[in-house]
């Protein structure tokens, strides 16, 4: 049985944790708050079709419930569903990538600028959408990952250090790196996406 939509939006992470310790029923809340986000992050990360997007995710929360009881309170439960939904699709990703399969990644380059420029067809975001996957896919894994958790899911500094298990200073280092690399190699295959 499912828990009712009006309670769980009722309920803050740390209540669905404990409830869900008690009553199985209760993780049904935790899924449906983050189901979209974290189905949303899989397929940014990793060029992986639907099916595949939700065998991830359900893969990724069989171990967050298995370590549901070990989870530290004093994380934020966001961030430490977070990593092991990273883990589980670098995982995947890793093996799909060691029998040669392709991968890709969506991201929208305008949210690494203040000034976003505006486009004037729905075309042009595609055009936009598949020279950022052509740049993102020579890029280390590493520097994908921080850009996609810092632009497309509006990190924090301190959430992706927590996601990553790397200092915050780290983050920021590669993040900076990641940034260069991406403009110099988009430079090199002549392509613009700032105005």
């Not at 549901?68 to 934020?76: I, V």
Request: charged content about 30%; proline content about 2%; overall charge negative.
């Amino acid at each position: 049985m499912m828990v009712a939509e009006e309670i769980c939006k009722q309920l803050s992470d740390r209540e669905i944790v404990k409830k869900s310790l008690a009553d199985i029923d209760y993780f049904s809340c935790l899924y449906d708050r983050y189901e979209p986000r974290l189905f949303r992050y899989i397929k940014r990360i990793a060029l992986v079709n639907d099916e595949q997007a939700h065998d991830i995710l359900q893969e990724a929360f069989i171990k967050i419930w298995r370590n549901l009881n070990d989870f530290d309170q004093s994380l934020k439960l966001s961030s430490w569903i977070y990593r092991i939904v990273h883990n589980e699709t670098v995982s995947y990703w890793r093996k799909q990538k060691s029998f040669g399969k392709d991968r890709e990644v969506k991201l929208n380059i305008d949210l690494f600028d203040n000034t976003s420029r505006d486009l004037e067809t729905h075309e042009d975001q595609e055009q936009n959408d598949e020279l950022t996957h052509e740049v993102l896919e020579l890029l280390p894994l590493k520097y994908k990952t921080v850009l996609v958790l810092k632009f497309m899911e509006d990190m924090s500094y301190h959430e992706i250090s927590d996601i990553l298990k790397i200092p915050e200073g780290t983050v920021a280092t590669w993040i900076n790196r990641a940034k260069n690399i991406f403009m110099k190699v988009a430079a090199d295959k002549h392509i613009s996406f700032f105005n």
